[in-house]
Every structure is written in structure tokens, then in C-alpha cells.
């Protein structure tokens, strides 16, 4: 088929028919997407952790060294064990000391002991102020759960306490900017060279947070650090996609949600252990100075090669790939499968009695009411010799050669010229179009070059033109896409808020672990524990149920855990706790499961971009994250409520998109359009449908 999505499945089955290197290039993926970006994102809530903490002693009086329960108990404000954090009675040290050395006499330091304990307090009732006042001498931090952080260390507390929510605010913001940045730089230029330049730039700016000097130099960091996710967990995550065959793309998310998991108990772990910022930011970034191993080791994507006519280039890669797995593909396989399936589905066209070529019986109905015009099929290529300075004419012949996606191209362009009513919209010269489009190959293969690691193939660079008179000319496409095409616009708003959705659930559940009354370190462990089997159940759910309902009977359940959690009394934190971790259980399998779903919704053509666009939108929501967490000042199950009813909202919002299991991925435009018209609301999995 012209779009290639069959021939490119069957490659992938042969070349992993056997073997170990092909599993290992996946889970190498899949640890790339998950370990780093679980360290990166959530490391801030040790690293920001702000422990309690009341107002500091004037220090002449700390250097006699009582004891800081005592000191709360006589100098700050609270209520039934809880004391405020920003105001105390004030003592003066000169009274303080005048009464002291009345009342001690000649008793030193080093003699008192618990019999002076009561003369002590009537020394500090007798010097304090009569009512409260906020700290004047800084505060003093528990150590009980931490020896140190940012917090303590420069005392973001009180009236600087908004510094932590904004830094973490801010990094959000650098994932806005960041991750279209870098689907578009990878639907350019390749899923490869992409992930690579992320690998090298990300790797030491999370170093250099560990010797920020200020806090404002930490700030930015994290902002530089942000502009790397999640595209550093989606980018993986699409290669993984993309080179898999099509029975194993379904482990591609769920893995991932599971080493995603396995990190965040690791990171609880590490932080235990440590229990000091300086420490816990070194161990969560040094190690990942091996990910720069990773240029020997991934390939490019046979999909987005294919997708930018590079076939050759692509074989060249499943070759490889087969290779290493003990497997011999000849030279030139991949255009006897296109050639095999071509010939099959021509004959069922003829069986059914349509007199017409294979490409010109693909579907790819962009406006019912607007025919193609045939001679735009008919169109010749103007190529100029590079040597020779000579314009050679190429007819590319009607059922052999003509690309889907110029046809898709063309018409959308035919479309807005009939529609803006525009001559200017089509570019007539073909001299001034090959020129513009060499300049941007040249660009391109230059990129390609510096991050190519892979050896020449003679017998491969014989055969390209043969390729290339069966490729797809360059396939591109734009985010305007998104929104040019009705199906491909309503699936790509619905994944946008499904995306907001369930990554303020996730997101709100994983910070909100210093909510819920019990130990962080704790906590944050039984969260990342409970995602494990969370993604084990989503695996086996999607694989039987599909992806549409399997998502929308997550969502609904991690809701209604979460708006149930406003119905318990703030004296049960265990309860609290068990329908917290379950709705964080349904986050993280719903998550697992968006993933594979939105992979297979988009088109190749579109699919990092799209994901950039619409995590874009999600970043924003996600910019709330910090605000919706801090309401639980005012009620602990506030930022739950606000989650469950959410949650809810994008479960029943997901049975609007088509199911995915048992399709092929999408690869042109005219593939995602198609995909998912006719389907109805209430239907099941199709099984075992072929392709």
C-alpha cells in the first residue's frame, strides 16, 4: 500500500523474529524514557522538602543549648499539638539574661540538669513578650525527616515559602516551550539525532543543579532542565513504537510506566538514605553520564524514514537491526514486500470488479463534495542535474509512482486556494521549488551526518533510485494539519484534554504525598509500589478490552477514590491514604495506557509534533499542579476533589476516540483521517482484524 503501514509491520516481524538485540534496544529505550525523567521531575519533592520549623531563638540565647520541644512549647503559638510555623513570642536577651543570672547565680552551662528545668521556664515566662510576633531571628528546621534541603538552607519559608511553588511552576513552563520544540525538531530531522542532542544538553545542566549558588541560579536551571521534558519520555517512547512489530507496541507504554514506577520507589529510596539535598541531587544525575552510550547504540526510525522517502535508509536499519538478531534479510527486501502487497491488493480490487489502478482506489477522502483534479496527477517533476547543470523531465507514471502524501499535500492545497479564493496559495515555478526544497534536504542530510553512526552499504546505495521511484517523496507535514482534517482535529482536542487530565491527576497525587499526614518518604514509596501493579493490570486489560474503555474504566475509578476522600474525617490519615494510593493506582494505569493510545492515533507523519502540540496544552494545565497541591492548607482532600472531578470528566470524554487494538499505525495524513470515522460510541474491540 502507498502509505507503506503493512510493508513496514511485516518488516518489523521479520527482522524480530528471533534474537535478543531487538528486546534490548527496547528496554534501553524504554529505561531512557523512565529512570531520568522520573529522577528529573519528582526529585524536587525531597530536594524542596520543607520540614516544620518554628522561629528561632535570638542566637546568645540558643548557645545555652535548651531544648528546642521546650523552647515551642513556651514560645510558639499552637493549638493541640500544632504550632505555628511563622510567629512567636518574642524574647529579649538582655531581660532574658538579667533574670537568668538572678535566678541561676553561679550554676554554668554545662551543670544544668532536670532539677533547673522549671527554673528555666519561669525565667523564659518572665522574659518573653505578652503576644505574638513573626520571626526575627530566622527559624529553626526539624531534622527528623531531613538533615537539610533548599528550604533550610535558605530559608524559603514564611514570606518566601511561594519561591519552592515557583520554581516548580517554572519548570513546567520550560516543558511547554520545550517539547513542540522537540517534536518538531524530530519529525525534521529524525527520532535519532533528536534524542541524542537531548541526551547531551540535559545530562550536564541537571548536574549543575546540584551547585546552584543561589536559588535564582536553581530556578533557571530547572526552567532549562524543564525544556526536556517530557519530550525526553516521549521520544523514546515513539522509536520504541516505531521500530517494534506491531504485537509488541502495546509493552512499549506499559514498561515504561513500569521502570517509571520502579524509579520514583528508587528515588524514595536514595532520598532516605541521604537525607540531604546536596547528596540526593548528585545521585539522581552522575549516573546518567553513561546514557551517552546511547549514540552507538539506537537507530533511526524505519517509519520516519520511509515517511521522508528514504526507503533505502530504512532497510538499511531493519537490516541492522536483523543483524544482530542472527537473522539474513536480502538486499532489497523491503521493496519485494511493497511490491507482493501492492500486486495482492490490486487483485482484490480487480475481484471485486473495479477497473482501477491500486493508487488511485486508496481512500483518502479529505471533503466528500471536492473531487481530486486528475491533472495534478499528471504533473511532471523538474530535476536539475547537480553535475552537469542540465534540467532533466521525469513523468512519474500514474499507478506507480504518485505519493499519497503529495496527493494529501496538493489537495489541502487545492482546498484553501478554492476556499480563500487565493491564485498566490499554489507556488507555479518548479525550478524555484526544487531549489527551495534542496536547500532543505542539504540541511537535513547534514544533520543526519553528524549523528549517523552506521556503515556504508554499498549494495543498498546501488539499489536507491530503484527506492526511490517507490518512496513517499518527502512526506512533511505541518501542526496546521491538526486542525485542517475534521477526524484528525477531534481526536487530537480530545487527546489534549484527556493529556491535561490525567497528568493533573498523576502529577497533583505524586506532590501531594506531604498532604496526607504521614511519613513523605513513606508515602512517596507506597506511590511509586502501587504503580507497579497498576501497569501489569492495564497490560493485560488492553490486550484483552482495548484501549478506549480500558482508560475510561480507570478514570472513573481513580474519581471517584479521590472525591470520596472528602467524605473522611481529617483524623483517619490511613483512609485517606488508601483512596489517595488508589486513585494514584488508576493515574498511573491510565497514563500506561494514553500513551499506547495516542501513539496509535496519530499518524507518523505527525505524530511527534502532534504529541509536542498537545502536551504543550497539557504543560499549561500543568502550571496549576503546585497551586491545586498548596489548597491542601485549607482541607487536605480539597486537591482531591478537584482531581476526581477531572479524572471523571476525561474518562467519559475518551469513549469519543476510535479503538486502536488490531489497527495498524497510522502513517500519512490520509491514514488518520480515514481512521476512526464510522465507529460508534459504544462499541468493542475488533478481533484479530487484518490488514
Not at 524 to 537: D, K, N, Q, R, W
Amino acid at each position: 500500500m502507498s502509505s507503506w503501514t503493512r510493508e513496514l509491520d511485516e518488516a518489523a516481524v521479520l527482522a524480530t523474529s528471533r534474537g535478543w538485540w531487538h528486546e534490548l534496544l527496547f528496554y534501553l529505550l524504554c529505561g531512557l524514557a523512565a529512570i531520568p525523567t522520573s529522577f528529573l521531575v519528582f526529585s524536587t519533592v525531597f530536594i524542596n522538602a520543607t520540614p516544620e520549623h518554628w522561629c528561632a531563638l535570638h542566637p546568645r540565647i540558643e548557645k545555652l543549648g535548651i531544648e528546642d520541644q521546650l523552647i515551642r512549647n513556651l514560645t510558639v503559638p499552637g493549638h493541640h499539638g500544632v504550632f505555628e510555623s511563622c510567629r512567636a513570642h518574642n524574647i529579649d536577651p538582655d531581660d532574658f539574661f538579667a533574670i537568668y543570672n538572678q535566678t541561676f547565680g553561679g550554676i554554668g552551662d554545662s551543670e544544668m540538669n532536670e532539677g533547673t528545668t522549671d527554673l528555666l521556664i519561669r525565667v523564659i515566662n518572665s522574659s518573653k513578650s505578652k503576644e505574638p510576633s513573626e520571626c526575627k531571628h530566622g527559624w529553626k528546621f526539624s531534622t527528623d525527616l531531613y538533615k537539610n534541603t533548599l528550604v533550610t538552607e535558605y530559608s524559603l519559608v514564611c514570606n518566601k515559602d511561594w519561591l519552592p511553588r515557583t520554581a516548580n511552576t517554572l519548570f513546567w513552563v520550560g516543558s511547554i516551550v520545550g517539547n513542540p520544540f522537540f517534536g518538531w525538531v524530530s519529525d525534521r530531522y529524525g527520532r535519532r539525532p533528536t534524542i541524542l542532542l537531548m541526551i547531551f544538553l540535559l545530562v550536564p545542566i541537571t548536574i549543575a543543579t546540584s551547585f546552584p549558588g543561589n536559588y535564582l541560579t536553581y530556578i533557571v536551571l530547572r526552567i532549562i532542565g524543564g525544556l526536556f521534558f517530557p519530550a525526553m519520555y516521549q521520544l523514546p517512547l515513539i522509536l520504541a513504537l516505531e521500530l517494534m512489530p506491531p504485537a509488541k507496541r502495546t509493552n512499549a507504554g506499559i514498561v515504561i510506566g513500569m521502570l517509571f514506577g520502579s524509579g520514583m520507589c528508587i528515588l524514595s529510596l536514595i532520598a532516605y538514605l541521604l537525607r540531604e539535598w546536596f547528596y540526593l541531587s548528585l545521585a539522581t544525575t552522575l549516573p546518567f553520564i553513561l546514557t551517552y552510550s546511547y549514540f552507538w547504540l539506537i537507530p533511526e526510525s524505519p517509519r520516519w524514514l520511509v515517511g521522508r522517502g528514504r526507503i533505502a535508509d530504512a532497510e538499511k536499519v531493519l537490516r541492522n537491526i536483523a543483524r544482530r538478531n542472527g537473522i539474513t534479510l536480502p538486499c532489497g527486501f523491503l521493496l519485494d514486500l511493497h511490491k507482493r502487497i501492492k500486486e495482492e491488493e490490486e487483485i482484490e480490487i480487480f475481484s471485486n470488479g473495479q477497473l482501477k489502478s491500486f493508487t488511485r482506489s486508496y481512500d483518502l477522502e479529505v471533503d466528500a463534495n471536492k473531487d481530486f483534479n486528475k491533472d495534478v496527477f499528471l504533473e511532471n517533476d523538474i530535476l536539475k542535474d547537480d553535475k552537469t547543470g542540465e534540467e532533466k523531465e521525469v513523468v512519474i507514471d500514474e499507478t506507480e509512482n504518485i505519493s499519497i502524501c503529495n496527493e494529501v499535500k496538493r489537495t489541502s492545497i487545492e482546498l484553501e486556494s478554492h476556499e480563500m479564493e487565493t491564485p498566490n496559495m499554489v507556488q507555479t515555478d518548479p525550478f524555484l521549488k526544487v531549489q527551495i526544497n534542496s536547500l532543505r534536504r542539504k540541511s537535513k542530510q547534514f544533520v543526519n551526518k553528524i549523528f549517523s553512526n552506521e556503515d556504508d552499504d554499498d549494495d543498498l546505495d546501488e539499489n536507491k533510485v530503484m527506492y526511490e521511484q517507490h518512496s513517499e517523496n518527502d512526506c512533511e507535514a505541518s501542526p496546521l494539519d491538526l486542525f485542517r482534517y475534521r477526524n484528525i482535529r477531534k481526536k487530537f482536542l480530545i487527546l489534549t484534554f484527556n493529556w491535561v487530565s490525567v497528568g493533573i491527576a498523576y502529577n497533583g497525587l505524586s506532590y501531594n504525598t506531604t498532604n496526607l499526614g504521614v511519613n513523605d518518604y513513606l508515602a512517596f514509596f507506597i506511590g511509586g509500589i502501587v504503580e507497579l501493579p497498576s501497569y501489569v493490570i492495564a497490560w493485560h486489560c488492553i490486550e484483552k478490552y482495548g484501549r478506549r474503555w480500558v482508560f475510561f474504566g480507570f478514570m472513573i475509578i481513580g474519581g471517584i477514590a479521590c472525591l470520596s476522600c472528602g467524605l473522611v474525617p481529617e483524623d483517619l490519615p490511613w483512609v485517606t491514604l488508601t483512596l489517595a494510593m488508589l486513585g494514584r493506582l488508576s493515574a498511573a494505569a491510565s497514563f500506561a495506557v494514553f500513551y499506547v493510545q495516542v501513539g496509535e492515533l496519530l499518524p507518523t507523519v505527525l505524530r511527534a509534533q502532534a504529541m509536542g502540540a498537545a502536551s504543550f496544552i497539557s504543560g499549561v494545565g500543568l502550571l496549576a499542579c503546585p497551586y491545586i497541591v498548596s489548597l491542601g492548607v485549607i482541607r487536605k482532600w480539597v486537591p482531591l476533589i478537584i482531581i476526581g472531578t477531572l479524572s471523571v470528566a476525561a474518562g467519559f470524554a475518551s469513549l469519543f476516540l476510535p479503538e486502536t487494538l488490531n489497527h495498524p499505525l497510522p502513517q500519512t495524513l490520509g491514514d488518520g483521517e480515514n481512521f476512526g470515522r464510522n465507529f460508534k460510541i459504544l462499541s468493542c474491540v475488533e478481533r484479530d482484524k487484518k490488514y
